[in-house]
């Protein structure tokens, strides 16, 4: 059974409930349209054979030994994110598609695939080729998603990334997409949680995060907190040694899980809905950013719970939070 189905212009990936992925990508169809463009045009054209078919490119499993196909059956392995992601937009020169998605090689690790076109520039006999795989977490990869490899206002987003979150659920961690180089550790808590969903902003400033415990976290991805961030004066060397000194005394009260890093980064804002008990899992995203009248910029989440009501909240960079929009999708008279 077919448990997600993620697309762009390239490829298709198919996650199915025995732990498998199945990758293809577009063919390019006659007069030079391809990808979903080529299915479309063959559509409308009413030809559903020659124009938009998809090639067969792999098969591989994602689970490790040590876990167990019910993993797929859960109600948060239907939503965006769950143990893969495909990039929305093609990434480089190339135009190629990236899939980065937990690894069969090891518990808590994730490998990350380069889908490219043939040098011709059509599709047909793409290839997929592992440009790297490194350890994430010590507990199995429950959540992952790509950021940064869209485009704000006409110009490629500088910052192309990847987060994942273990089934613990505590730290988050944030990678370069490109080169696997470990950025950020974020802490969501101290205590096991299901993460239900990860959304980056347009610009992959800012990773919002979901989960059991019925709390949204918003996290800053700054300069300056980067794992590897060196102070560039006294004022910022004091401020850092504040922070490690206060982390330290935290530690001694607070129990400590396997996947906790040296140095993590704790949100800035966080945004609790009043919902019905067990938390069902919900999907998160994170809109076009707005400013106010004092030019400050203000972050759009919104947070769509499995009963079909929807929550829009504008969030600015101090942590404060407002609610913007809230609807019930299922019962709206006027629904465009």
């Known amino acids: 059974a077919v448990r997600r189905v993620e697309m762009n212009r390239l490829s298709v990936v198919v996650l199915t409930a025995n732990g498998q992925l199945h990758v293809f990508v577009y063919k390019k169809a006659e007069g030079g349209v391809s990808g979903g463009g080529a299915m479309r ?42 143990f893969f992601d495909l990039s929305s937009y093609l990434v480089g020169e190339g135009g190629d598609s990236w899939l980065v998605t937990k690894s069969a090689e090891g518990l808590g690790s994730v490998a990350a695939y380069k889908i490219s076109g043939c040098s011709g520039g059509g599709y047909d006999g793409a290839s997929m080729e592992l440009v790297y795989s490194l350890f994430a977490h010590h507990h199995g990869i429950g959540r992952i998603a790509i950021g940064g490899d869209g485009v704000m206002d006409g110009v490629d987003v500088e910052q192309k990334v990847f987060a994942t979150a273990s089934m613990q659920g505590t730290i988050i961690r944030v990678f370069s997409l490109l080169q696997g180089q470990k950025l950020y550790e974020l802490q969501r808590g101290s205590s096991p949680c299901t993460i239900f969903s990860l959304a980056f902003n ?21 300069e300056e907190n980067r794992v590897d961030h060196q102070p560039t004066n006294e004022s910022e060397t004091a401020r850092i040694s504040i922070k490690e000194g206060l982390s330290k005394i935290m530690k001694r009260f607070t129990s400590k899980s ?18 019905e008990k067990p938390i069902a899992p919900n999907t998160i995203a994170m809109l076009k950013p707005t400013y106010t009248e004092e030019a400050e910029r203000e972050e759009n989440v919104m947070i769509c719970l499995g009963s079909g009501n929807i929550f829009q909240f504008a969030v600015l960079r101090s942590g404060k939070s407002r609610p913007i929009r809230a609807d019930d999708l299922l019962f709206r008279k006027n629904c465009d």
């Open 41 to 82: 045009a063959g559509l409308a054209a009413g030809d559903s054979t020659t124009s938009g078919d998809i090639e067969f490119v792999r098969t591989m499993s994602i689970l490790h030994e040590s876990e167990s196909p019910r993993m797929m059956t859960a109600k948060p392995a239907t939503t965006q994110g769950a």
């Open 202 to 222: 347009i610009d992959a400033t800012v990773l919002s995060v979901s989960g059991s415990k019925g709390t949204t976290h918003l996290f800053q991805l700054s």
């Open 258 to 275: 396997k996947d906790d890093g040296e140095q993590m980064i704790r949100s800035f804002c966080r945004i609790r809905l009043k919902a």
